[in-house]
């Protein structure tokens, strides 16, 4: 059972515009959401992250939004650039008693020149 | 990133055999966690440790086991591997909930 949901397995977008990644998760008990990025060949880095209790948390061209009622977040890029070309997982964390980050399945970003 | 070396980088090794992959941090950090990349999958929790010689399952532990005898190691071993275990490992630290976790570079299995 996929508890956080990305939709969308790849998205193409043109240099310079807005990129939006979609996230969807099921549990109502995760309070913590977390983006990564992913280059071939090297770990995820951490990219931003947002609690339950905002529903905006912006750096720089990076800015995460959070609909409890949907249960959807998303993350939005601006301007997009050549270098963002990468995967982006969505993660989740919750009151369960535990640490344990649920991720997403990912989507892949390509910037066109 | 916060000093997460796994090693080996890469390995083949044939179905049946035992496989250990290890992952040490310079970070002194309490969390540690073995994640499974696969196409379609997103990255799948299989083992994490909250502290010394404390461990506990994620949602792909079966047919893998793990040890922390030290706060900077974590060993996670295929008892006896199989193709399905075919995958690029990746493990990851952390100092506990809300603050974000830190990944090494991954080690990629190939089970023949």
């Known amino acids: 059972d996929q508890q956080v949901k990305q939709n969308s397995p790849s998205l193409s977008v043109q240099e310079g515009r807005i990129s939006i990644l979609n996230c969807d998760y099921t549990?109502?008990?995760?309070?913590?959401f977390l983006w990564y990025k992913k280059y071939p060949a090297e770990g995820p880095t951490f990219l931003i992250s947002?609690?339950?209790?905002?529903d905006k948390n912006e750096d720089g061209r990076f800015t995460v939004f959070l609909n409890k009622s949907a249960k959807h977040l998303s993350l939005h890029i601006v301007p997009s650039q050549p270098g963002d070309s990468a995967v982006y997982f969505c993660?989740?964390?919750?009151?369960?008693?535990?640490?344990?980050?649920?991720f997403g399945t990912g989507t892949r970003l390509t910037i066109i020149p | 990133d916060a000093g997460i070396t796994q090693s080996p980088r890469h390995k083949v090794t044939e179905t049946g055999t035992p496989v250990t992959l290890r992952c040490h941090q310079t970070?002194?950090?309490?969390?540690m966690y073995w994640y499974r990349q696969d196409p379609g999958h997103g990255l799948r929790l299989i083992h994490y440790?909250?502290?010394?010689?404390?461990?506990d399952k994620g949602e792909v532990s079966d047919g893998y086991s793990v040890s922390r005898s030290k706060t900077e190691d974590f060993l996670l071993t295929l008892e006896s591997a199989t193709s399905s275990q075919t995958s690029v490992y990746f493990c990851?630290?952390?100092?506990?909930?809300?603050?974000?976790?830190?990944f090494g570079n991954g080690t990629r299995l190939t089970v023949t």
């Open positions: 993660a989740a964390i919750g009151n369960f008693g535990n640490e344990k980050l649920t």
């Open positions: 549990n109502s008990m995760f309070d913590y």
């Open positions: 947002i609690s339950s209790i905002k």
């Open positions: 970070e002194n950090h309490r969390y």
């Open positions: 440790s909250y502290g010394v010689k404390d461990t």
């Open positions: 990851a630290t952390g100092q506990g909930k809300n603050s974000p976790l830190h």
